[in-house]
């Protein structure tokens, strides 16, 4: 099985930064691609940003020039810096995981979640 433990959320003013942190563990052979997405309450979950182990960044073009994603392969983390912040990005945000497993097995798993919330 693989966990992900996600951290970095909270309050901020419109215009603020924060940075969303993501770890994964557990029986890990590889991670394919690592993004973030976020959801809230009513709409469907949306995805903000991924990172493939090799290869470009993709961004929703709502965060384009705003927020960065990366990912340290070593560790098997993933954080999103989020600058210039809006009250539409208010949302929870979830970290994702494409894994193969050591068993043999792909996975898509989920962190819990972290709310951020960005005030007027």
């Known amino acids: 099985q693989v966990q992900l433990v996600e951290s970095g959320g909270g309050l901020v003013q419109a215009g603020g930064s924060l940075r969303l942190s993501c770890v994964a563990s557990g029986s890990i052979r590889s991670i394919n691609i690592m993004g973030w997405y976020r959801q809230v309450p009513g709409k469907p979950r949306e995805l903000v940003a991924s990172v493939p182990s090799i290869g470009r960044t993709n961004y929703a073009d709502s965060v384009k020039g705003r927020f960065t994603i990366s990912r340290d392969n070593a560790k098997n983390t993933v954080s999103l810096q989020m600058n210039s912040l809006k009250p539409e990005d208010t949302a929870v945000y979830y970290c994702?995981?494409?894994?193969?497993?050591?068993?043999?097995?792909?996975?898509?798993?989920w962190g819990q979640g972290t709310q951020v919330t960005v005030s007027s």
């Open positions: 994702n995981a494409q894994c193969l497993e050591w068993v043999g097995r792909t996975s898509d798993s």
